[in-house]
């Protein structure tokens, strides 16, 4: 049985920081590539990043680019995101996602790509 779990997720000011952590168990960790996803109340769940099972190359979405940083410790089956100059409009549940291969590639912002899923963990920013 897959288990995908994320943590981290708090209360932090505008400007400040962040470090989500994911643990999976139940697959051969390092087989797949991994992406970060996020939900904002009434909006749709949208891709974040991504990195592929080796660690390199990193995909992120414009809004996020050059704050928040993807990586992974196959060793410990653990996903991160550290977040930095966190935004208000940063703030929203935030869903580590298996994917089904072990690149990302040109569809890694599509959530049905992806067969595992966390049950999020919550970011808010406060202005």
């Known amino acids: 049985q897959v288990q995908v779990v994320e943590s981290g997720g708090d209360l932090v000011q505008a400007g400040g920081s962040l470090r989500l952590a994911c643990t999976v168990s139940g697959l051969t960790f390092d087989d797949y590539a991994m992406g970060w996803f996020r939900q904002a109340p009434g909006k749709e769940r949208e891709g974040v990043s991504c990195i592929r099972w080796s660690g390199l190359p990193t995909y992120y979405s414009d809004s996020v680019k050059g704050r928040l940083t993807i990586s992974r410790d196959n060793a410990k089956n653990t996903l991160y995101l550290q977040m930095n100059f966190l935004e208000p409009d940063d703030t929203a549940m935030y869903f580590c996602?298996?994917?089904?291969?072990?690149?990302?590639?040109?569809?890694?912002?599509?959530?049905?790509?992806?067969?595992?899923w966390g049950q999020g963990t919550q970011v808010t920013v406060s202005s």
């Open positions: 996602a298996v994917k089904k291969h072990n690149y990302c590639a040109a569809s890694w912002p599509n959530k049905y790509d992806y067969n595992y």
